[in-house]
């Protein structure tokens, strides 16, 4: 795998998956990391559409005195610094004999040793906001080998952003009748949100493919364009992260699963005769709650994903596909012994979500 830094050369203008029209809805947003889908089209833009390849990513990376460094988005199972344990797991929990629906994940509470000092020094340092939202290769890193990430590498870095690595720009688009100074009465004004990264911040990917580097590539709407370069030091940190995982992923004790990419997690269910349904939920649906290795999840509101479907029985080669609603970056899920997922199999259909990179998970060990 051959990670790269992509360096947008303007603002970016990644629609969101709402559908957008200027006469039905005046306000275009923006969705950012970009998803799968949209890094996998600017690759084909650069590569050419027969060409296959598998990506990881999308990621963001920071450059600092020349060292470019993976961050990841937060792991979602903490209240500030402290972990979220489920219940079960958490014996001596003062709500440990507190019933719950079994038919439901279980409930996370605090570890019975975080004391009081813990949530002073969080009140103390200030709210969730002034946390890290991303966190960088070495936490994870020593998160991965030890199940923890200490108090002090929750705190951003003066003047790193790692708070919030871009900003959202508002830009207004005005159409007037010819002739006059009049906005037209259709397709006349409409508003978008653009992103701009901030300073020494990118985004990072991983393809299993050598690209022609230094190169651009466009990505996104608007014709807009980024850099793309080869970093070997990415490269590094992801096989060493990945040596960790795997060593993890082969434990029989209790696990987490540390979700750094939107977990598409679809599955067609028969409704009636012979008619079926999609549906999408937070976790996979082979994880079983009941006499499984399922436990619980600690997630947030689903990132919903408009793709499109390819084939040569498609007019012009691509037409827009259902929505999709995936689980955030940052979900982390709690299994008595670590489970993989039925869309690691390359024979499946289904997996085309891992070959864009979507479901990307780091294993740790429960301590």
Not at 250 to 278: C, D, M, W
Request: aromatic letters at 12%.
């Amino acid at each position: 795998m051959y990670w790269y830094k992509l360096t947008p050369l303007d603002i970016l203008m990644l629609r969101d998956a709402k559908p957008f029209s200027p006469q039905e809805r005046a306000w275009a947003g923006s969705v950012f990391p970009p998803n799968g889908h949209a890094i996998a089209g600017a690759l084909r833009g650069l590569l050419g559409e027969k060409k296959e390849f598998r990506l990881t990513g999308p990621l963001l990376c920071r450059q600092n005195q020349g060292q470019n460094t993976l961050y990841f988005p937060r792991p979602l199972g903490f209240v500030k610094s402290i972990p979220l344990v489920p219940l079960v797991w958490e014996n001596k929990s003062h709500v440990h004999n507190a019933l719950w629906d079994h038919n439901q994940p279980c409930p996370l509470v605090k570890p019975a040793d975080a004391s009081r000092d813990d949530d002073e020094y969080n009140s103390a340092k200030g709210q969730a906001d002034d946390f890290r939202q991303y966190l960088p290769y070495e936490v994870v890193k020593d998160y991965l080998k030890t199940g923890k990430i200490q108090a002090k590498d929750w705190l951003v870095e003066s003047g790193r952003h790692e708070d919030e690595p871009w900003t959202i720009e508002t830009r207004s688009h005005n159409s007037l009748e010819p002739g006059t100074r009049q906005v037209k009465d259709a397709d006349g004004y409409f508003v978008e949100n653009a992103i701009r990264l901030r300073p020494h911040w990118s985004l990072a990917i991983g393809v299993d493919e050598e690209l022609p580097t230094p190169n651009t590539m466009r990505l996104g709407g608007e014709g807009h364009r980024t850099m793309i370069e080869y970093c070997p030091e990415l490269t590094q940190q992801w096989v060493e992260l990945q040596g960790i995982s795997q060593e993890n992923f082969q434990s029989t004790h209790k696990s987490i699963a540390y979700l750094i990419t939107p977990g598409v997690f679809e599955r067609k269910h028969r409704i009636r005769n012979n008619r079926f349904t999609s549906l999408c939920r937070p976790y996979p649906w082979e994880w079983k709650l009941i006499n499984g290795k399922f436990v619980t999840m600690a997630t947030d509101k689903p990132v919903p994903i408009s793709c499109r479907i390819r084939g040569k029985y498609t007019e012009n080669n691509s037409i827009p596909a259902p929505q999709v609603f995936a689980a955030p970056p940052g979900s982390l899920y709690f299994l008595n012994q670590p489970q993989g997922l039925f869309q690691d199999d390359s024979l499946k259909r289904v997996n085309n979500w891992r070959r864009l990179g979507y479901s990307e998970m780091l294993w740790i060990e429960y301590k």
